[in-house]
């Protein structure tokens, strides 16, 4: 609460006081050198203040929102990796990977969406294995969820060899839902990276770095539909075409055939380039 004082204005008797002059006195005209001098003076607090503010203010954009999980706050940028091909520093926070449960084996990143199944909203499709309902934002939203032919085969095989981990550039509470159903028992995919695990080098521009994760760039491979996703590390991609709902689609087979073969290589990045320079079957 704010206190009103009054004023108490002491009134005098002209009587007690004939010469009272009720005029103020003039002040002083200031010099005009010390008006610049005051005049500076103002100016230099003044750019002092804006340095302070400016040094803040920058010092506050190092603090990026991630609005894609807008549960958990701020995330603190990393220092940028100072790599060969001088990429970008992370915009979204990079969790590593825990340590390899077999030392020495070699990972495989698989990307969900149009890799490994097709969802869709809306009016349910003729094609599709099951829904899932995630509550996006606070709204339940249904989605109807297609298996690529071979995607169980896949993992399957794909877990005896290599260390399975699915890289995807879509939302935790969507996508974990698909791979509960893809994987139930949790036997086969050892690891899930979400939305929140890639890097936006552009406005809105998603790229899964490996680098990052804590794992040897010579033992991994990423298969994904999107080419921007693997811009960082093309050297480690092998491409896929996207799949909606065709049926006889057996790329996954030929992945498996990649696989096989690659686990000969000591470095993954030449059973990648071995493959993709003409060898489609993985035939060494």
């Known amino acids: 609460m704010v206190s009103k004082i009054a004023r108490k204005t002491l009134t005098k008797s002209y009587k007690h006081s004939p010469k009272t002059n009720h005029r103020r006195p003039r002040k002083p005209t200031p010099s005009p050198l010390k008006t610049l001098s005051s005049a500076a003076t103002s100016i230099n607090r003044s750019l002092s203040s804006c340095r302070r503010r400016l040094v803040k203010i920058f010092a506050s954009l190092t603090v990026f929102h991630s609005p894609c999980k807008r549960k958990q706050g701020f995330h603190r940028l990393r220092q940028a990796h ?77 877990s005896e060899l290599y260390e399975v981990v699915i890289f995807t550039a879509g939302r935790r509470e969507y996508a974990s839902l698909i791979l509960d159903r893809l994987d139930p028992k949790r036997k086969f995919i050892a690891h899930r990276l979400y939305r929140d695990s890639c890097r936006e080098i552009e406005a809105g ?33 092998i491409p896929i075409s996207p799949f909606i ?12 055939k990649f696989l096989n073969f690659a686990d000969n290589f000591d470095d993954t990045r030449e059973a990648v380039a071995f493959y993709l320079s003409g060898n489609r079957k993985g035939e060494s």
């Open 82 to 158: 100072d790599d060969k091909k001088g990429t970008s520093p992370p915009l979204l926070s990079t969790p590593a990977l825990p340590p390899l449960s077999i030392p020495r084996r070699k990972t495989i990143f698989f990307d969900l969406d149009e890799t490994l199944i097709h969802s869709c909203t809306g009016m349910p499709p003729e094609l599709y294995d099951f829904t899932i309902h995630p509550d996006i934002d606070g709204k339940e939203i249904p989605f109807y969820v297609l298996k690529r032919p071979g995607v169980e085969e896949l993992l399957r095989t794909a």
């Open 205 to 237: 521009k998603l790229v899964k770095d490996l680098s990052g994760l804590g794992r040897d760039l010579g033992k991994v491979v990423i298969v994904d539909d999107n080419p921007a996703s693997y811009a960082l590390q093309k050297e480690n991609a």
């Open 245 to 256: 709902n065709d049926l006889s689609d057996w790329e996954l087979r030929e992945v498996i």
